[in-house]
């Protein structure tokens, strides 16, 4: 295992698109860890005088492109061998805040409810490291749970450019709060390397996102990324310490339900006895359906399944 650092910056960062066309800014081995620095928002989201804004930003805002609406993301990471059917196995292993303030707004046309907004507004959250809590601007203090709201691989070479906003199968914006150090997400390749970017910092977010943003900030994470050969997972899925994640995105949020629900089934049928009427009954008992996040045009839904309810006493 070989550790290495990959920095936000010109030359390290696209804003607003995968393309499976992007040349990776590092090339790693199978079990390497990275620690990644990303970033958050354009120029119009920064904050007043008195906090800490990582220069590398300024120098993002004025030297890299901004090809489609969309999110500042750190990478390509290629995984040397990796080829198309394979998967990346990503444990997440640590997050930490890169700064002291993030940002949280609605807009008009934007958000679970687009037409209520008429007008942007946008307030500044200070972050507390050492109490490990965000302040809002009346003085309501919410404890920090930070991940990355993009991790995403490239997506199949067919589908050209396209924006970070909508989820699909290669990962993206899935803005699942699950997703914090323990957990492993797992996302199926469609290219040569595979080609991990990731950014969307969040400080805190509900299930939902429902007014298109969470607490924006600047995060930096440990990974330790393993191709998996012996894996046959097609869409993202991810674990937690005590649970499965299955996840479906769609237009349509019913839709988004029914993808994952079926996946949840096709996981349980793998990894048990079980048939699936039986898989799908346990699941009405056991697992919960969240509404990941409503507001990236594809909305996520993800099911959670205790592992403890596929384990059957001697």
């Not at 490990?132 to 070479?157: D, I, Q, Y």
């Not at 450019?161 to 323990?182: E, F, Y």
């Not at 029914?258 to 048939?275: C, G, W």
Request: proline share 7%; net charge negative.
């Amino acid at each position: 295992m070989k550790q290495h650092r990959l920095a936000a910056d010109v030359g390290s960062v696209h804003w607003g698109w995968f393309d499976a066309a992007l040349a990776p800014v590092l090339t790693i081995e199978s079990g390497d860890r990275v620690t990644v620095e990303t970033v958050s928002g354009g120029v119009s989201n920064l904050p007043g005088a008195g906090y800490h804004v990582p220069p590398e930003l300024h120098r993002i805002h004025a030297g890299v492109e901004r090809r489609m609406p969309g999110h500042i993301l750190t990478g390509p990471i290629a995984v040397r061998g990796a080829q198309p059917g394979d998967v990346l196995e990503i444990r997440i292993l640590d997050i930490r805040l890169r700064q002291d303030w993030g940002y949280t707004y609605v807009r008009p046309l934007a958000g679970a409810l687009p037409n209520d907004f008429a007008a942007f507004e946008q307030m500044i959250v200070r972050l507390d490291r050492e109490r490990n809590v965000g302040v809002l601007p009346w003085g309501t203090e919410l404890p920090l749970r930070p991940f990355f709201g993009v991790m995403g691989v490239a997506p199949p070479p067919a589908w050209g450019m396209i924006s970070t906003i909508q989820p699909r199968a290669h990962g993206g914006n899935l803005d699942n709060k699950q997703l914090v150090p323990g957990s492993t997400l797992y996302l199926p390749v469609h290219v040569e390397g595979g080609r991990l970017s990731l950014g969307d910092g969040h400080g805190v977010q509900g299930d939902g996102e429902v007014c298109t943003t969470a607490i924006e900030t600047a995060l930096e994470g440990t990974l330790e990324i393993v191709l998996r050969k012996d894996l046959d997972i097609r869409y993202p899925q991810a674990e937690t310490p005590t649970h499965v994640i299955t996840m479906g995105m769609d237009p349509d949020l019913d839709d988004a339900a029914q993808a994952a629900l079926r996946r949840m089934i096709d996981y349980v049928v793998a990894h048990s006895t079980l048939s699936r009427a039986q898989a799908f009954m346990l699941m009405s008992l056991a697992a919960d359906v969240h509404v990941t996040q409503l507001v990236n045009e594809h909305k996520g839904i993800h099911v959670m399944l205790p592992k403890s309810a596929l384990v059957v006493p001697d």
